[in-house]
Every structure is written in C-alpha cells, then in structure tokens.
Nanobody
C-alpha cells in the first residue's frame, strides 16, 4: 500500500542535467529502501541507483560520478540528480520502494511508479 509518483523527466541535450523526484504516500513508515531503475526500448529494466533509510547508496557503474541519489525521510521523497547526460541514458525511469513483508522480515515487497521518460539527444 505504497503509492509512488515521479516527476522531472524531459528531453535534454547531451551534457545537460535533469533532476527526477519521487513522492511516496501510503504506508511510508515501513519503507526501508528507495531507488531508481530505467528501461530502454528492447532492453531489460536495470538498477540506476538505490538508497536505504540509513543513507547507504548504490549506483550502476555506468552512472557513477554523474548521478546522485538522495532521500528526504521527512518529506518521503527520493531524488536523482543527473548530470553530464549521455544519449545512452535515454530510458523510461521508474521509482522503486521496498518494504518488509512484516515487521522483522528480511523479505521485501517492491512498489513501482508509473515511470517518467528521459530523452537525451542533440
């Protein structure tokens, strides 16, 4: 029972920047991780970046040094600052949130947003 709404996608030129935001609502108190995935046409959905409630982050090798993920636990939002964008970054970006199935569980259930399109072209 978590709802995710993404915003901030758009079309930019190579080298440009975009900032994606995701707002979570519902059973937000149990979210222990949030992140961003992307899926290009004809390709699988891959992890871009993730962050835990404690602030630990993980990035795909292809975006390290260019993208930064952050989380505001008070506002229940997660953002992805994307700099030095490349054409290969073009994809549909999805917000993700993981919650334990029950208190103390190591198994999580993943919620997904509708996706926001990012297009990088000259």
């Amino acid at each position: 029972q978590v709802q995710l709404v993404e915003s901030g996608g758009g079309s930019v030129r190579p080298g440009g920047s975009l900032r994606l935001s995701c707002a979570a609502s519902g059973s937000i108190g149990r979210i222990n991780k949030m992140g961003w995935y992307r899926q290009a046409p004809g390709k699988q959905r891959d992890l871009v970046a993730a962050i835990t409630s404690g602030g630990s982050t993980n990035y795909a090798d292809s975006v390290k040094g260019r993208f930064t993920i952050s989380r505001d636990n008070i506002k229940n939002t997660v953002s992805l600052q994307m700099n030095s964008l490349k054409p290969e970054d073009t994809a549909l970006y999805y917000c993700n949130a993981g919650v334990p199935l029950f208190s103390g569980s190591k198994s999580t259930y993943d919620y997904w947003g509708q996706g926001t399109q990012v297009t990088v072209s000259s």
